[in-house]
């Protein structure tokens, strides 16, 4: 009956292991267009379930690395390039260049793809996303989708075996030939991190968004399954009922608790709410760094890379750019992007179109603002005016050295991505748009010591010029990235001069781009550098917990 259903481009609603998923034919355009109105999710890429590797390699590029991940006993979703005219609707990731698929993990699923393994599936994927409304946590119990998801899904599917604990769905990618983790939930936990020497018992409450906590104990961190962005009671009910699971299954009663240096976080003001001997505040992008050395246990200094969206910096400031020489006690800024307002705050995060008018007015004096093909005709005189006299009168402005601002600012000035609807759609559109074997870079210049300033003004007016010059906007994206790894290698190249340093770690959302990994991977080897990079560990904000935990045991060690 629910195959039927399926046939008939119905949304299912399916208990599963972790929590229910929300189930649609992945072939027809209209269910999965439905399916996004009713889930509230306009643009952000829908995961795939095939029966087989057989399926999956009619719609996507499987690599070797793919197929293990695919296939062993975690079953994540599992990040690959999709092919053209595979019968896979657009609208299951518009405008994305990867499909995110996993193969079944319970009896039931397979049972919806028909009665017997030895016949033709009768499906080529089904849609599988997490049984909620966007930005909240996944229904566990019958009672909840009854009442929950009847908005979203016609049917539902249900069975009497209670879910003890919510847990979405894992996600991995492969890079050079290994899975690594871009999400770490489902399969990954609750499994330990070896941490490599004996450890206090902490809690790391983590950060905002794609947030998870981190509980250590003896010689292990127990990181927890994805909590997802802590913006409403919801969520934060999830983080709590899950922190008494673990706490209670590992006998862990933290002494100390380390929490992210915003203020306004809702894990930091959780943390500072706990009544515990020690409490730690930890940098963002510190955390960041901290985390990739824990899983490649690594001690002493490093250079340390992070580039991501936002991150509370030591002076008040948004970083994201950063460069800096770490141990896992502390940390020296040695260079950064250098600081552009955001107009509106989180305003700019949602709209990359004032993020490339603030690079446009930071790059050309007011008086000489060029007009920019394609860019031009989408933002109005009325919304050019409105930054400017914000900008002149510092009325709600943020200054950011973040590199995901970056990212949108050049998405839009090339005409990709003007608006969003999720965190990093803008960078993710740019890598898609890139042109394949493009050559040279854009100039910038870095200037001053400690912390050097990455100035991007010379960039953005070559930008400007090719885009006069009706350069293809896949070549502009192509070149952009090029230049960006290059500066990443100039940079550690200097740090490595001065300080005789050798190892590098990449952490941060940013290094989730596979162009800029490789290419920044590739150089930094090439002049002779170690590179270390996440595995298990997300290399975005859920695993700055992790960071956490181990910088909090290292500063409490260094107070006995």
């Given at each position: 009956?629910?195959?039927?259903?399926?046939?008939?481009?119905?949304?299912?609603?399916?208990?599963?292991?972790?929590?229910?998923?929300?189930?649609?034919?992945?072939?027809?355009?209209?269910?999965?267009?439905?399916?996004?109105?009713?889930?509230?999710?306009?643009?952000?890429?829908?995961?795939?379930?095939?029966?087989?590797?057989?399926?999956?390699?009619?719609?996507?590029?499987?690599?070797?690395?793919?197929?293990?991940?695919?296939?062993?006993?975690?079953?994540?979703?599992?990040?690959?390039?999709?092919?053209?005219?595979?019968?896979?609707?657009?609208?299951?990731?518009?405008?994305?260049?990867?499909?995110?698929?996993?193969?079944?993990?319970?009896?039931?699923?397979?049972?919806?793809?028909?009665?017997?393994?030895?016949?033709?599936?009768?499906?080529?994927?089904?849609?599988?996303?997490?049984?909620?409304?966007?930005?909240?946590?996944?229904?566990?119990?019958?009672?909840?989708?009854?009442?929950?998801?009847?908005?979203?899904?016609?049917?539902?599917?249900?069975?009497?075996?209670?879910?003890?604990?919510?847990?979405?769905?894992?996600?991995?990618?492969?890079?050079?030939?290994?899975?690594?983790?871009?999400?770490?939930?489902?399969?990954?936990?609750?499994?330990?991190?070896?941490?490599?020497?004996?450890?206090?018992?902490?809690?790391?409450?983590?950060?905002?968004?794609?947030?998870?906590?981190?509980?250590?104990?003896?010689?292990?961190?127990?990181?927890?399954?994805?909590?997802?962005?802590?913006?409403?009671?919801?969520?934060?009910?999830?983080?709590?009922?899950?922190?008494?699971?673990?706490?209670?299954?590992?006998?862990?009663?933290?002494?100390?608790?380390?929490?992210?240096?915003h203020p306004q976080y809702m894990s930091s003001r959780f943390a500072l709410g706990l009544d515990v001997g020690h409490k730690i505040a930890v940098q963002h992008h510190h955390a960041h760094i901290a985390s990739c050395m824990a899983e490649n246990h690594l001690s002493g200094k490093v250079i340390g890379v992070a580039f991501d969206g936002t991150g509370y910096g030591a002076?008040?400031?948004?970083?994201?750019?950063?460069?800096?020489?770490?141990?896992?006690?502390?940390?020296?800024?040695?260079?950064?992007?250098?600081?552009?307002?955001?107009?509106?705050?989180?305003?700019?995060?949602?709209?990359?179109?004032?993020?490339?008018?603030?690079?446009?007015?930071?790059?050309?004096?007011?008086?000489?603002?060029?007009?920019?093909?394609?860019?031009?005709?989408?933002?109005?005189?009325?919304?050019?005016?409105?930054?400017?006299?914000?900008?002149?009168?510092?009325?709600?402005?943020?200054?950011?050295?973040?590199?995901?601002?970056?990212?949108?600012?050049?998405?839009?000035?090339?005409?990709?991505?003007?608006?969003?609807?999720?965190?990093?759609?803008?960078?993710?559109?740019?890598?898609?748009?890139?042109?394949?074997?493009?050559?040279?870079?854009?100039?910038?210049?870095?200037?001053?010591?400690?912390?050097?300033?990455?100035?991007?003004?010379?960039?953005?007016?070559?930008?400007?010029?090719?885009?006069?010059?009706?350069?293809?906007?896949?070549?502009?994206?192509?070149?952009?990235?090029?230049?960006?790894?290059?500066?990443?290698?100039?940079?550690?190249?200097?740090?490595?001069?001065?300080?005789?340093?050798?190892?590098?770690?990449?952490?941060?959302?940013?290094?989730?781009?596979?162009?800029?990994?490789?290419?920044?991977?590739?150089?930094?080897?090439?002049?002779?550098?170690?590179?270390?990079?996440?595995?298990?560990?997300?290399?975005?904000?859920?695993?700055?917990?992790?960071?956490?935990?181990?910088?909090?045991?290292?500063?409490?060690?260094?107070?006995?």
């Amino acid at each position: 009956m629910v195959r039927n259903l399926l046939r008939e481009g119905l949304i299912v609603a399916v208990k599963g292991l972790g929590g229910f998923l929300l189930a649609c034919d992945a072939t027809n355009e209209g269910a999965v267009r439905e399916l996004r109105k009713r889930k509230r999710r306009s643009e952000k890429p829908f995961a795939l379930m095939a029966r087989d590797l057989t399926e999956v390699e009619k719609f996507c590029l499987v690599s070797e690395g793919d197929r293990k991940a695919l296939a062993s006993s975690r079953r994540p979703i599992v990040v690959m390039s999709r092919k053209a005219g595979s019968g896979i609707t657009p609208e299951v990731a518009p405008g994305n260049n990867t499909l995110g698929v996993m193969l079944p993990y319970t009896p039931l699923h397979y049972l919806l793809f028909g009665g017997s393994l030895d016949e033709q599936a009768e499906f080529s994927a089904l849609v599988m996303t997490s049984g909620n409304f966007s930005e909240e946590p996944t229904v566990i119990s019958n009672e909840e989708a009854a009442e929950h998801l009847q908005p979203i899904a016609d049917w539902s599917l249900f069975h009497d075996r209670d879910i003890y604990m919510r847990v979405d769905d894992s996600v991995v990618r492969c890079f050079e030939g290994e899975e690594r983790a871009l999400r770490r939930s489902r399969g990954f936990v609750p499994e330990v991190i070896d941490l490599g020497g004996e450890a206090r018992e902490v809690l790391a409450c983590g950060a905002e968004l794609k947030n998870t906590f981190c509980l250590t104990k003896g010689h292990y961190a127990v990181l927890s399954q994805h909590i997802g962005d802590l913006k409403n009671y919801e969520t934060l009910r999830f983080f709590k009922e899950t922190l008494q699971n673990l706490k209670k299954l590992y006998r862990v009663a933290p002494t100390a608790v380390a929490y992210d240096l915003h203020p306004q976080y809702m894990s930091s003001r959780f943390a500072l709410g706990l009544d515990v001997g020690h409490k730690i505040a930890v940098q963002h992008h510190h955390a960041h760094i901290a985390s990739c050395m824990a899983e490649n246990h690594l001690s002493g200094k490093v250079i340390g890379v992070a580039f991501d969206g936002t991150g509370y910096g030591a002076d008040g400031q948004v970083w994201g750019g950063e460069f800096l020489v770490a141990d896992l006690a502390g940390f020296e800024r040695h260079a950064h992007l250098r600081y552009v307002s955001m107009a509106g705050g989180d305003a700019a995060v949602r709209q990359p179109w004032r993020m490339a008018l603030s690079y446009l007015l930071d790059t050309f004096p007011a008086e000489n603002w060029p007009a920019v093909p394609g860019f031009a005709e989408h933002v109005s005189s009325e919304q050019i005016s409105t930054v400017q006299l914000m900008l002149k009168r510092g009325i709600n402005i943020v200054q950011t050295s973040s590199s995901g601002r970056l990212f949108d600012a050049v998405a839009s000035l090339i005409g990709i991505q003007h608006e969003v609807t999720f965190e990093g759609q803008a960078a993710i559109a740019l890598e898609n748009a890139a042109s394949a074997n493009v050559a040279g870079r854009y100039p910038y210049a870095i200037e001053g010591r400690l912390p050097a300033r990455i100035d991007l003004r010379p960039m953005i007016a070559a930008i400007v010029e090719d885009l006069r010059q009706s350069r293809a906007a896949g070549e502009i994206a192509a070149v952009f990235h090029n230049t960006l790894a290059q500066i990443i290698v100039d940079v550690v190249l200097r740090i490595r001069d001065r300080e005789g340093l050798t190892r590098v770690c990449l952490s941060g959302g940013a290094f989730q781009n596979h162009r800029l990994l490789e290419r920044s991977v590739r150089s930094l080897r090439e002049n002779g550098l170690e590179v270390f990079l996440h595995i298990s560990v997300p290399p975005n904000d859920g695993g700055i917990s992790l960071g956490q935990a181990v910088i909090a045991n290292e500063l409490l060690k260094r107070e006995d």
